[in-house]
C-alpha cells in the first residue's frame, strides 16, 4: 500500500516515483519542503525511486555519444578524462540494462 501512495514524475532520463525517504536527490538538497523530487540533483543511475525505460534510451544514447566525443579531446587532464570514462562505463551499462530489460 504504500508504494500507491508514491507520485510519479515523468523526466528525460528516468521516471522518478518519488519517495522521501529514499530519494538520493534529497541528500544533497538543503533542508526544507521537498515534496517533490531534486530535478538538478537527480541521479537516476543510483536511486532506487529511478525508473529507466526504453522511452528514455535516446537521452542515454545522446550522453554515451557526448562522452565518447569529449573522450576524443586532446587537451583532457587524467582526471577529467578518468571521471568522463567512469560516467561513460555507467551509461553505457544503463543502455545495457534497457537492451536486455526490452529485448
Known amino acids: 500500500?504504500?508504494?500507491a501512495a508514491r507520485s510519479l514524475h515523468v523526466g528525460v532520463l528516468a521516471d522518478c516515483f518519488f519517495?522521501?525517504?529514499t530519494a538520493v536527490c534529497l541528500r544533497h538538497a538543503a533542508s526544507g519542503d521537498h515534496a517533490a523530487p531534486m530535478i538538478s540533483l537527480c541521479e537516476p543511475s543510483r536511486c532506487p525511486n529511478a525508473c529507466i525505460s526504453v522511452r528514455h534510451r535516446p537521452a542515454w544514447a545522446g550522453a554515451a555519444e557526448n562522452a565518447r566525443a569529449i573522450l576524443k579531446e586532446k587537451r583532457l587532464t587524467e582526471l577529467q578524462r578518468l571521471a568522463v570514462g567512469e560516467d561513460l562505463r555507467r551509461i553505457e551499462k544503463i543502455?545495457?540494462?534497457?537492451?536486455?530489460?526490452?529485448?
Not at 95 to 103: H, K, N, R, T, W
Request: glycine share 6%; hydrophobic share 45%.
Open 1 to 3: 500500500m504504500a508504494d
Open 19 to 21: 519517495d522521501t525517504a
Open 95 to 103: 543502455l545495457s540494462d534497457i537492451e536486455v530489460a526490452c529485448g
